[in-house]
């Protein structure tokens, strides 16, 4: 496997830098602080963003990092939605408890599926997620003493974060909570995926012949990182469940997994960054468009994607790319004599 990692070593900084570089996350923060002081009346939707953000960045890692052509990431994304909420109603109300559980629950079952879907590969692939997902979706459906049906799981409640900070009617500690949880996430996440496993995972989505050629061991690491990206999932999920304080068949539906895929296209399916701008665009647009008009609002969405496709084929990743390419001229230029 050094074979592979060698003729990518000169592209990746050192593990030194990557730790220490966090511009990411700083910007996380700050827009997080930005936003929470703009939009005091719309902390529900900010927190949204940030678990969907959880969740698209698993996306990301599984679709756009390892190439594995996945549309069943609502399974993995319930999973931890349900399993916070059970952690909640039967063990503990500590959130930090049921955020764990409910990222160990979609693991879980990232490893289960993971273990026989990764055989396959394309459209195969595809169609076994998409019934994988819908399996589990019909097993809540058909469990309704347990997942409360249509009627999803409520009734439970979260106490507070680190015995101090109750989670208000206002909103803002499920905010900062949501909020710290995804700087955390994005952290260690850019950091896996510029390590020699994430070269790898990279190195497998552009020729995975080549990687086991050289001695690789394709199926094994992508179940690795399927796993991974369900843990990551399940964070989302738990997130969500906690901070709605429900968990629904809805988190389970094929429509969600087609959603976060959207997600990652608008954003940009090869950054991590991207994936978080996708899903601040993708909410916003869907916020404004379904207030205007609740019926056709799609119809905003899909303008947009196209748009993307056709044009931004990076995603809107892309703009800001140029953005700052732009700012650094204008400032090499000023600073010239």
């Known amino acids: 496997m050094s074979a592979v990692m060698k003729p990518m070593a000169h592209v990746a900084p050192s593990q030194s830098r990557q730790w220490m570089s966090c511009h990411g996350e700083f910007m996380l923060l700050v827009v997080g602080l930005a936003a929470f002081m703009l939009f005091p009346q719309d902390l529900g939707l900010l927190t949204n963003m940030a678990a969907m953000s959880i969740f698209a960045l698993s996306v990301n890692l599984v679709l756009g990092q390892a190439g594995i052509a996945s549309m069943g990431q609502a399974a993995l994304y319930g999973s931890g939605a349900y399993v916070a909420g059970w952690t909640a109603l039967y063990l503990s109300t500590d959130p930090i408890l049921g955020l764990m559980l409910g990222g160990l629950g979609g693991g879980v079952v990232a490893l289960l599926s993971g273990a026989v879907m990764l055989r396959s590969t394309k459209l195969t692939l595809v169609m076994l997620t998409i019934a994988a997902a819908q399996l589990l979706l019909e097993l809540a459906n058909w469990a309704s003493g347990i997942t409360g049906g249509d009627d999803g799981l409520s009734g439970f409640s979260i106490g507070p974060l680190f015995g101090v900070w109750e ?5 803002s500690t499920g905010y900062f909570y949501a909020l710290g949880v995804l700087v955390l996430v994005y952290f260690l996440l850019r950091n896996l995926v510029d390590s020699p496993f994430g070269l790898t995972a990279k190195a497998i989505r552009q020729d995975p012949g080549r990687v086991e050629a050289l001695g690789g061991r394709v199926y094994p690491h992508l179940l690795a990182v399927y796993t991974v990206g369900g843990l990551l999932a399940g964070f989302g999920g738990a997130l969500t469940a ?3 304080k429900v968990a629904n068949l809805s988190m389970l539906d094929f429509q969600t997994s087609a959603g976060v895929v959207v997600i990652i296209v608008l954003g ?8 978080v ?5 993708f909410m916003t647009i869907q916020h404004i468009a379904s207030t205007l008009n609740p019926q ?5 969405i899909g303008l947009m994607l196209i748009f993307v496709l056709i044009v931004l084929p990076e995603g809107l990743i892309g703009i800001v790319d140029q953005l700052v390419l732009l700012a650094r001229r ?6 010239a004599p």
Do not use: D, E, P
């Open 167 to 171: 989670f208000n009617f206002i909103g």
């Open 242 to 244: 906690q901070t709605s």
């Open 268 to 275: 940009g399916r090869r950054r991590l960054s991207g994936a």
């Open 277 to 281: 701008l996708g899903t601040v665009a």
């Open 296 to 300: 056709h609002w799609l119809f905003v």
């Open 330 to 335: 204008i400032g090499r230029k000023g600073s």
